[in-house]
């Protein structure tokens, strides 16, 4: 997976997630990024939330209440949220369709960490989900407040998403 394929050119504020054991591994995209420069902000959940944490080389990692490793250190203020201020989403999930449709895990922490981030469409970042080949599917379950994707990037490659209306 290169992130380079998604990424504009510059400094960004990007987000991405430590995987887990079933997803594909995120640990040489993080690395990545913080090489390339810029800001990387990384989850830590805070009851039912996500908060972000600025990352760097240096930062220590802490086993979270889900068994991720999450970054220890100070969070950033939610309000406003640095989301609707990064520039790329990397995102988890189990799925995502040909219209961009994200199956999570059933938490809900990223659908209510993206509920209120402008689309890319509408000026917010460009969302990526994270996936395996084979879980990019013709179609996902979805709810009104499932958030969606506008591109996957896979181990072969982006896949775009096909245009949607409304």
């Not at 997976?1 to 430590?18: E, I, N, R, W």
């Not at 890319?120 to 013709?138: C, K, M, Q, S, Y």
Request: glycine content about 10%.
């Amino acid at each position: 997976m290169f992130a380079h394929d998604v990424l504009p050119d510059g400094p960004l504020t990007v987000t991405a997630y430590q995987s887990m054991a079933f997803e594909p591994g995120t640990a040489p995209l993080i690395a990545a990024l913080v090489s390339r420069g810029g800001r990387v902000l990384l989850p830590r959940i805070a009851g039912a939330e996500l908060r972000w944490v600025p990352i760097t080389r240096d930062t220590e990692f802490a086993r979270g209440p889900l068994g991720i490793m999450e970054p220890v250190g100070p969070s950033l203020d939610p309000v406003p949220s640095p989301l609707a201020r990064a520039d790329v989403l990397f995102v988890p999930g189990l799925a995502v369709d040909r219209r961009g449709r994200r199956l999570g895990q059933g938490g809900g922490y990223y659908d209510k960490a993206l509920a209120d981030v402008p689309s890319h469409t509408n000026g917010g970042p460009l969302r990526v989900a994270v996936l395996f080949d084979d879980e990019v599917l013709d179609v996902v379950p979805s709810t009104e407040h499932d958030c969606v994707v506008d591109c996957v990037l896979t181990p072969a490659g982006v896949v775009t998403i096909e245009a949607r209306t409304a």
